[in-house]
């Protein structure tokens, strides 16, 4: 009786715009599946660290496990500071106080020690599983895709971002990352990886360590005629990579942020060798 008063509610308030037909009734489902399009979202990670950091390869370990637990659904991005002391860390982001002095007025005093990460450059993340698993289970109302390819040294990207509601003043900012880099790590005690060798972690694998902002450092504006539902937005870039930039392990982290910088969604791709995936917006499941 209850799924014969639905049906009729169904094909009534269909009645007041067109007949209840099978056609129409077949709109109606394609029509409501589209208002409801969703895209799956991935958490964004900054971990402010440093290779003299003793206490920074545990956020490292926490993230990675993670990482893998949530079917890669968090993108971390390991922004590394030889924090005043040149030579302290080979992977320094040149542009690393720029962005502190931005984000880190986010975060209360008593927490701006390293390591030091946030989360959609919002609040510090208190390196618990919880706080980004229920975040990544809300599913979000934008989604970007990717095209690239790389001709000798020049990295050519479109980046693409489709909108399931109507947005207003957003940013998509653009960071090249490369992952598998190698320099000893400082260490106090066994923090996921080991007590290493006389405080120190040899040959340390250094992932999603920030390389460059081919965009804007905090972002390109979103042409406000495309930031409607339905819509996919595209940017083109290039960049000509370094030569000490190891071509097959660099990785592309996109995302996308409001007027007051907090990431919206945010993506991971494969600089190349991925590109179906890439290209695809990613729906929620």
Request: glycine share 6%.
């Amino acid at each position: 009786m209850k799924n014969a008063i639905k049906i009729f509610q169904i094909c009534f308030l269909s009645f007041l715009f067109t007949t209840c037909s099978g056609d129409e009734e077949d709109k109606i489902e394609l029509e409501t599946v589209e208002a409801l399009s969703t895209y799956r979202t991935n958490v964004l990670v900054e971990d402010y660290t440093g290779a003299w950091c003793g206490y920074c390869p545990r956020v490292a370990f926490k993230l990675d496990k993670l990482w893998k637990s949530t079917d890669e659904k968090i993108t971390p991005l390991a922004i590394h500071d030889n924090n005043g002391m040149p030579g302290a860390d080979p992977f320094h982001f040149t542009k690393v106080s720029e962005l502190k002095a931005k984000f880190w007025l986010r975060v209360l005093e008593d927490y701006r020690g390293y390591p030091l990460a946030m989360y959609n450059r919002k609040e510090k993340w208190f390196e618990d599983d919880k706080t980004l698993t229920d975040l990544i289970a809300i599913p979000s109302n934008l989604g970007l895709a990717l095209e690239s390819s790389i001709d000798g040294r020049k990295l050519s990207l479109k980046v693409k971002v489709k909108f399931g509601i109507d947005f207003s003043d957003l940013k998509l900012v653009v960071y090249l990352t490369e992952y598998g880099l190698k320099a000893p790590q400082r260490t106090y005690g066994d923090l996921g990886y080991g007590e290493g060798t006389d405080g120190y972690l040899t040959d340390f694998v250094h992932d999603n360590v920030l390389r460059a902002s081919i965009s804007s450092l905090f972002g390109d504006a979103i042409d406000a005629s495309s930031l409607k539902k339905g819509n996919i937005f595209e940017k083109s870039y290039s960049y000509d990579i370094p030569a000490a930039y190891d071509l097959e392990n660099l990785e592309i982290k996109a995302f996308v942020v409001d007027k007051e910088d907090i990431s919206i969604n945010s993506r991971n791709f494969l600089a190349t060798g991925n590109e179906d995936e890439n290209g695809k917006f990613e729906a929620f499941e």
